[in-house]
């Protein structure tokens, strides 16, 4: 007798099936709707954002709020005009600057989470 036959096996190579993605959860349109998770998102975008906000205010606030102390320190009233005319113009523009990015990128981190997209 011959050795022991193994079962033939065939191997179909076609095109693979294509299956129906799932339908995704779309933050999206639980924001349009107005749900309650939808209104949680844009309490959420609203709250980083008044975040940064007053973080900025407070910021201003407090070197505002020292230069009484700084101009009765100097007795000077040009030294008093010269911080007033170019240290007082730097802080503004960096503050500004600093909000304006985390104002951008608190809207772009938004956009990120109701689209669905990972984050970098």
Same mark, same amino acid.
């Given at each position: ?9 065939? %191997? ?14 779309? #933050?999206?349109? +639980? ?63 960096? #503050? ?6 985390? #104002? +951008?990128?608190? +809207?772009?981190?938004? #956009?990120?989470? %109701? ?6």
């Amino acid at each position: 007798m011959s050795a022991e036959s193994t079962p033939r096996r065939e %191997v179909v190579m076609g095109e693979p099936r294509r299956v129906r993605p799932l339908p995704r959860y779309r #933050a999206q349109s +639980e924001i349009d709707e107005q749900t309650a998770l939808g209104g949680a998102y844009v309490r959420s975008l609203m709250r980083s954002q008044l975040r940064a906000g007053l973080t900025v205010f407070a910021v201003l606030a407090l070197v505002a709020g020292t230069l009484p102390l700084v101009f009765e320190a100097l007795h000077s009233n040009a030294v008093v005009w010269a911080v007033l005319g170019f240290s007082t113009y730097p802080p503004l523009t960096l #503050a500004a600057w600093w909000y304006v990015r985390r #104002a +951008e990128r608190n +809207e772009r981190d938004f #956009a990120r989470l %109701v689209e669905g997209l990972p984050a970098p």
